[in-house]
């Protein structure tokens, strides 16, 4: 089975704190994704990546930047954390094919 | 771009009744449709797809059929369980050009609370 992991489960974080957000996929996957999800706003994307070292922004990328340096791992950054990005935090990956997208359980970040 | 609205909820059921989450859809290509679950404290499940029209997509019991002439993906299931209380996300891929990657674009999702 595929399995995507992500660093934390819940996280707290103060305003302006630089915050990462690991996930790791174990199959080889070439694209990986992150979103939000909110209540209310469905899921929504922030950033995703094709390749090792390539990344295309979402729909929502200010605020956050991301980093791609092995293909089993994508890490999300939020530079300067801010309260309006306290959300649950969704990562994802995606063989070639059927374009079925295996999840991480989340990370449920609040920045105070 | 691409949209998916879903019908508001939250919805809740006894036990053994049917249910209709509706679905629907505007794209610029043809898409691929998704349905996905989230169980309490869980990431997202594929619960059953459709990738051209009249397809019908099942599983666990529920299905649903791409209706390209209604752009609707409605999600049924004849009798729910207590166990199928969750978020359910209804979604849709379009590739354009020579893409082989896909974004998936999501409903609001609809919390569905299952009682005996």
């Known amino acids: 089975d595929v399995k995507v992991t992500q660093s934390s489960r819940y996280l707290v974080k103060r305003t302006g704190e630089k915050v990462f957000l690991e996930c790791v996929q174990d199959m080889d996957h070439e694209n990986m994704f992150w979103y939000r999800q909110d209540p209310g706003l469905g899921l929504r994307l922030i950033y995703f990546?094709?390749?090792?070292?390539?990344?295309e922004k979402g729909d929502i990328p200010e605020g956050y930047s991301v980093s791609r340096e092995k293909k089993e791992r994508f890490s999300l950054i939020l530079e300067s954390a801010s309260t309006n990005q306290t959300s649950m935090y969704l990562c994802a990956s995606l063989g070639t094919g059927p374009y079925e997208q295996y999840f991480g359980p989340g990370t449920r970040l609040t920045v105070t | 771009g691409d949209s998916v609205t879903q019908m508001e909820g939250p919805v809740t059921l006894s036990e053994e009744a049917f249910l209709t989450i509706n679905c629907t859809y505007t794209a610029t290509g043809y898409p691929s449709l998704f349905w996905y679950v989230q169980y309490p404290g869980e990431g997202l499940q594929l619960l059953l797809k459709a990738t051209k029209a009249d397809d019908k997509g099942s599983n666990k019991g529920f299905e649903a059929t791409y209706r390209k002439e209604t752009t609707s993906f409605h999600l049924e299931k004849g009798s729910v369980q207590v166990s199928d209380s969750a978020v359910y996300f209804c979604?849709?891929?379009?590739?354009?050009?020579?893409?082989?990657?896909?974004?998936?674009?999501f409903g609001q999702g609809t919390i569905l609370t299952v009682h005996p």
């Open positions: 979604a849709l891929i379009t590739l354009t050009g020579g893409t082989s990657y896909g974004k998936l674009t």
């Open positions: 990546s094709y390749d090792v070292k390539m990344k």
